[in-house]
């Protein structure tokens, strides 16, 4: 499914081909979301990928419209194969050259590491790390010279709270794939980060926490508050900018000194 805005058609063909584009994958919500609202706040065409919320995809294209920016939706699931490579033909079918791949799809369930939770282990596995592997290699083989990949760790990662294994097990592999992936892309001016966030207050993070698991998980950080979306984002956006041209390979921990 594909939601397209196409009130900003007056622009010239000399402008279309300067306009920057960004596919943020899981955009819908919480993170991605204000990562493509900020994108799009800099200058960018963003694509926002969702796995099955459309109407909540089609409220963040609405958002960056009527802020006068350009975005379509495009649903995929990233942990298929097929779905991947359609997000990234029809960006470029819809914008031409892509810039900026943002990788923010995740699930997150709480599991012990016990033989009764292999199955959970499992659909962490297929989305969180199969996912990004899958995100990250289209956008290697599509990608723009002098473009940006960035993906989404999770600062949780230094903790090594109980229940949080196949989730963590995930997401050090998504750090794995992205140091690799930065030597994988040598000579084509190609950075690609993980930025790694500590608690921020999303739907994913609240999701099964009880009040007092919140309260005690916000006080954990120095600053004594959990993160927003849109200091991820803001993080992401540095990434991605002109400024953050020599930062390659890195995991950014944008997590208040939560760890």
């Known amino acids: 499914m594909i939601?397209?805005?196409?009130?900003?058609?007056?622009?010239?063909a000399h402008s279309e081909a300067t306009v920057p584009t960004a596919i943020v994958t899981g955009a819908s919500r919480g993170i991605g979301r204000a990562i493509a609202?900020?994108?799009?706040?800099?200058?960018?065409?963003?694509?926002?990928n969702y796995a099955g919320n459309a109407a909540s995809a089609r409220d963040v294209v609405d958002a960056i419209s009527a802020a006068g920016g350009q975005a379509m939706?495009?649903?995929?699931?990233?942990?298929?194969?097929?779905?991947?490579?359609?997000?990234?033909?029809?960006?470029?079918?819809?914008?031409?050259?892509?810039?900026?791949?943002?990788?923010?799809?995740?699930?997150?369930?709480?599991?012990?590491?016990?033989?009764?939770?292999?199955?959970?282990?499992?659909?962490?596995?297929?989305?969180?790390?199969?996912?990004a592997f899958l995100v990250l290699g289209q956008a290697a083989a599509d990608l723009q010279t002098g473009g940006r990949i960035v993906a989404l760790s999770s600062s949780v990662i230094a903790k090594s709270f109980p229940q949080y294994g196949p989730y963590i097990a995930a997401k050090a592999g998504v750090e794995g794939l992205v140091r690799v992936l930065a030597n994988e892309l040598r000579g084509r001016s190609v950075t690609v980060n993980a930025v790694a966030p500590g608690p921020v207050a999303t739907e994913l993070f609240f999701e099964g926490k009880s009040k007092e698991q919140i309260t005690q998980l916000s006080k954990l950080a120095p600053l004594e508050r959990l993160g927003q979306p849109e200091d991820i984002a803001n993080v992401v956006a540095f990434l991605v900018g002109a400024d953050g041209g020599w930062v390659n390979g890195q995991v950014v921990r944008a997590n208040g000194g939560f760890a």
């Open 3 to 12: 939601s397209k805005d196409t009130s900003n058609n007056t622009d010239t």
């Open 73 to 131: 939706s495009v649903q995929a699931d990233v942990s298929v194969a097929e779905d991947v490579q359609r997000l990234f033909a029809m960006t470029q079918q819809a914008y031409g050259q892509i810039s900026a791949v943002v990788h923010s799809a995740g699930m997150m369930t709480m599991n012990a590491i016990a033989p009764e939770n292999i199955d959970a282990f499992d659909r962490v596995i297929q989305t969180n790390l199969r996912g």
């Open 37 to 48: 609202l900020r994108l799009a706040a800099d200058g960018f065409r963003v694509v926002v």
